[in-house]
């Protein structure tokens, strides 16, 4: 064995020496086995009391949590509520305006502080109080003008329940205002001081969500009558070829839905209104509004009103989660910018809490009907150009016929002279274009019955 091991030194040297490696490689990885172990160990031990806290009741973590959560959540509730309040809401810068007044003119320090407290919202939930105090005899979607001076009393009550006497006329002037910024919105007269169909209250109890309506059709009627004679005397429709100044019948078809230019179902005014059932009153008044603003945005466009139409009933063509949608069809005359701005103020009217959806547009030159009744000379000028060819076919011979048909003939070749060659194209820039519009409103904060 000695032997070997002389002959074999530097084998047993090396053998030796890995055996020693060997040795301590396996301690190091004992070692670290067991301190794998204990931070496994550790960790499973963190994990249980991690378990452990999240399994109390309101710990710490969770509470603060839950607190931004809902933070969270009341702003988006917050925006959300603003988004919809896009979709047809028209009427709040009216009601802020109302807001800001009686917080101007507030004369007591008490009455001072509940209207800087005040709010849009806070109005509204008055507006559901009152409604269900009234109980079931009050029915929102037609509570008749009694019901609803009553109505408006009780709120005006409300707000006013912390003022003085001397802040009675804060209230005033709150309601002043509020007149004057939703008279910018509307063609209706909410400024007479003689309210005979409580307008007034009823446009401001529509702001903190009660639907607009009236007791029965009997009284809708002569209220439309005159609201729709007072539009034709102040000349606020921009008609395009429509000979409506005194057809108080053809404007009362023309906003209650039917086409309003020709002379079909044309029966008297009051016959119309008193076929209108009760429940649709609130629709026609809707449409109604729509109706007015887009006469305003063609007044401010410059461009003509030809026709206006809905088809179907007078209920929204759609209502889905609280919004329901009313569809227009429309046809305008005027110049290609003028057409462009008007579309781009409907797409702008966004703004001011109107959302409309053109989902279908179409222009179209003159056509040779509407180009002979226009007013323009230009319009006049084309008429007379596309008759030449005919007038050429129509010239008799000069010593046939009697002696007014020379004249005549005579004239003709002045007429073809005068005008023969004179542009068709380019002369009038005038075009005709035809809209569909989806009127979107939020009606999912509106009080439709007495239970809510």
């Not at 509470?63 to 933070?71: Q, S, T």
């Not at 008297?268 to 209108?276: G, H, P, R, T, V």
């Not at 059932?277 to 729509?290: A, C, D, L, S």
């Amino acid at each position: 064995m000695s032997e070997f091991i002389k002959k074999n030194m530097t084998l047993v040297v090396v053998l030796g020496v890995t055996a020693v490696i060997a040795v301590v490689l396996i301690a190091l990885v004992v070692m670290q086995y067991q301190a794998i172990n204990e931070k496994m160990q550790n960790i499973d031990n963190i994990n249980g009391k991690i378990n452990a806290i999240t399994a109390q009741t309101n710990p710490r973590v969770v509470k603060a949590n839950a607190v931004r959560i809902n933070e969270d959540a009341a702003a988006l509730e917050q925006k959300t509520k603003e988004q919809q309040r896009v979709f047809g809401c028209y009427l709040d810068p009216a009601v802020n305006a109302f807001l800001d007044t009686l917080k101007k003119e507030a004369a007591s320090e008490k009455f001072k502080k509940a209207a800087d407290a005040m709010t849009l919202n806070g109005l509204h939930e008055i507006l559901v109080k009152k409604v269900k105090d009234m109980g079931k005899d009050f029915k929102p979607v037609n509570p008749g003008i009694d019901g609803l001076n009553k109505l408006y009393r009780l709120v005006k009550e409300e707000i006013l329940a912390s003022a003085d006497a001397q802040d009675s006329v804060a209230y005033d002037k709150a309601f002043a205002a509020f007149l004057a910024e939703a008279s910018k919105v509307t063609l209706e007269d909410l400024n007479s001081e003689k309210d005979e169909y409580a307008v007034q209250k009823a446009v401001f109890l529509q702001a903190l969500g009660l639907p607009r309506s009236f007791e029965n059709a009997l009284k809708f009627a002569p209220y439309f009558s005159k609201y729709t004679l007072d539009l034709v005397a102040k000349k606020k429709i921009p008609f395009a070829n429509m000979e409506m100044d005194n057809n108080e019948s053809r404007i009362t078809n023309l906003f209650t839905g039917r086409r309003g230019v020709t002379d079909e179902d044309e029966e008297s005014n009051d016959a119309a209104l008193n076929k209108i059932g009760n429940k649709n009153i609130p629709y026609i008044m809707t449409r109604i509004q729509i109706y007015e603003n887009l006469i305003k945005n063609m007044s401010e466009a410059g461009v003509k009103l030809v026709s206006l139409y809905r088809a179907g009933s007078y209920l929204p063509d759609a209502e889905d989660n609280g919004y329901s949608t009313f569809s227009t069809e429309l046809e305008v005359r005027g110049t290609l910018p003028q057409i462009r701005d008007f579309a781009n103020k409907l797409h702008q009217e966004y703004k001011n809490n109107r959302v409309y959806l053109v989902t279908y547009l179409n222009l179209s030159c003159d056509r040779n009907e509407d180009a002979r009744k226009a007013d323009s000379t230009y319009s006049k000028e084309i008429a007379n150009t596309m008759s030449y060819v005919k007038l050429l076919n129509t010239i008799p011979e000069e010593n046939a016929g009697n002696e007014e048909q020379i004249k005549q003939a005579q004239k003709n070749k002045s007429i073809v002279n005068d005008n023969w060659g004179a542009a068709l194209i380019g002369v009038n820039d005038e075009v005709y274009a035809v809209f569909h519009i989806n009127y979107i409103v939020f009606t999912g904060d509106q009080i439709m019955n007495a239970k809510k």
